[in-house]
């Protein structure tokens, strides 16, 4: 897994992951508790030393490849919107890596919520689900969503005012920044998205094909 695509296909599977919950959670109150765990797990590492280590492992990334190769495949209805939260994530990022200011209050919020717990293992984060959920989400509110146009939640109205609901969909929508970083990182750019999609594609199927000769 050398090729500098399949590190991109990597990175924008992991915000298609995390960009998944939010219709979920928008739509239904409720969504996928693995993945939502993944998601908040991703926002603290922040020092990886593989593009794989903020996942965990490629069999966790697995959803979001394959979701990842719909939406660039095909055009249906429903993946419209998982495609808009994308867009507005790799938007709000682009403003957000410009923003050193930001960047360090961040690291400084999660640095805190380490602090308070000695191991932030897959344990630990699903016992205490609903703090992280409310902590994260203060992260989004008060640092992330100021310096760029708030993105657009569609969903039913009982779900989208509650509380606990709007604090998860604001911390897969960290998940999703955080994936989109590490995307600009190992050298995503948004004009892939119109010239380079099977190129994409065909890293994203080849890291599929190693998940399931692996497992």
């Not at 989208?160 to 050298?187: D, E, H, M, P």
């Not at 998205?193 to 890291?207: E, G, N």
Request: net charge positive.
């Amino acid at each position: 897994m050398d090729s500098k695509y399949h590190h991109i296909a990597l990175a924008l599977a992991g915000v298609v992951q995390s960009a998944l919950l939010i219709p979920q959670l928008a739509n239904s109150g409720i969504c996928n508790t693995t993945l939502y765990e993944r998601s908040v797990k991703s926002v603290f590492i922040t020092s990886p030393k593989t593009t794989l280590d903020v996942y965990g492992g490629l069999h966790n990334i697995k959803i979001g490849l394959q979701t990842l190769i719909e939406l660039l495949s095909s055009g249906q209805k429903e993946q419209m919107e998982i495609m808009r939260y994308v867009f507005s994530s790799l938007n709000i990022t682009s403003k957000l890596l410009k923003n050193n200011d930001s960047l360090s209050k961040i690291d400084q919020r999660l640095k805190h919520i380490t602090s308070l717990y000695p191991d932030l293992n897959d344990e630990t984060i699903g016992n205490n689900i609903e703090d992280l959920s409310y902590s994260l989400a203060g992260i989004y509110s008060d640092i992330v969503s100021p310096i760029s146009t708030k993105i657009q939640i569609t969903g039913k109205a009982k779900f989208l005012q509650n509380a606990f609901i709007q604090a998860k969909v604001r911390t897969a929508l960290l998940g999703c920044i955080r994936s989109t970083i590490l995307w600009y990182q190992v050298g995503g750019g948004r004009l892939q998205f119109l010239f380079q999609r099977k190129r994409i594609c065909d890293a994203a199927q080849q890291l599929l094909q190693t998940i399931d000769t692996a497992y």
